[in-house]
């Protein structure tokens, strides 16, 4: 990719400005659209099968060996990368990357709350419901910064986790009416 990906974050504030948390959908003048995992399996292609992916439990693994006792960092990743000579542990390192600024991205600087050991064996990534784990990160992070929006707490401040490409890319296929949001401009997703 030669440019980074764009993110409209006018499109964003104005996603969370119209999340309804009770119902985990968005409303849209008089409608009520939902959000949920189908809508990131198209979005990503990920499956919607399999064993639920628990980011707070199992976060040792080969990974955890390669950095020691150092904090996980993006830039501390790209660096393994460039030194590592053992195809599964440069492979591991590449979907950790992958994983930590695509799929899964906070606002943390480190990578803490990963489950490094399902990358353990490659050939059982498969296994895993990675759909909805996006889904769901996605979700409690709407929920918060909706929650935060509606009580005006640091509303300059707010911050989305996860995959928000999938929340341009669902407005524009499952809308199809950026132009119905109110004193909204926005062409192609792209701000």
Known sequence: ???PLKICSVLLLELVSRWFVENKSFCIREHLVPFNFFDVCVVLGFSVKGEKVCF???????????FGNEDITIEKIVLKLEEEDNID????LYILLLFSVFYFPRTSRTVTTFPFSLLDNLQSLH?????????????????RASTQFRQQ???????LAGCVAVLQVFVWLNLNYVYCIENLEVKYLCC
Request: net charge negative; charged share 25%; with cysteine.
């Open 56 to 66: 707070d439990s199992c976060t040792t693994g080969f990974i955890n060996n390669l």
């Open 153 to 159: 707490k640091n509303t300059d401040g707010l911050h």
């Open 89 to 92: 542990n440069y492979c591991r």
């Open 127 to 143: 296994r895993w419901n990675w759909c909805e784990a996006v889904h769901s990160l996605l979700m409690k992070s709407l929920d």
């Open 1 to 3: 990719m030669e440019e």
